[in-house]
Nanobody, 126 residues
Framework: QVQLVESGGGLVQPGESLRLSCGSS????????IGWFRQAPGKEREGVSC????????YYADSVKGRFTILRDNVQNKAYLQMNSLKSEDTAVYYC???????????????????WGQGTQVAVSA
């Protein structure tokens, strides 16, 4: 079993930045894709960004391209989501996930992940 813990959320103003962190207790961290997802009140959980383990390919939702950057550190068993130029519509609970079971293509499908963190709240408001 893998345990994930997110941190770094908070309340910021539009245009500001946040860096989310995801720590893993598992020894197999480096073998799986890592995904960041978010869920706003009343909405479905959606894929934000992910990074594959095989070749380090990264994927981003259209809504965050050019603003968010995903990073992974396989030595520290951590992943990060650098979020710049935040907008009010980025307000959500952000989750990291691993234990990817998908094959090929984008790794942004939440149904392909087995292990999830508890989430960290991000609020963007003036």
């Amino acid at each position: 079993q893998v345990q994930l813990v997110e941190s770094g959320g908070g309340l910021v103003q539009p245009g500001e930045s946040l860096r989310l962190s995801c720590g893993s207790s598992g020894s197999t961290f480096e073998y799986y894709a890592i995904g960041w997802f978010r869920q706003a009140p009343g909405k479905e959980r959606e894929g934000v960004s992910c990074v594959r383990s095989i070749d380090g390919s990264t994927y981003y939702a259209d809504s965050v391209k050019g603003r968010f950057t995903i990073l992974r550190d396989n030595v520290q068993n951590k992943a990060y989501l650098q979020m710049n130029s935040l907008k009010s519509e980025d307000t959500a609970v952000y989750y990291c996930a691993t234990g990817y079971t998908g094959h090929g293509g984008s790794c942004l499908d939440k149904s392909d992940y087995r292990f999830w963190g508890q989430g960290t709240q991000v609020a963007v408001s003036a």
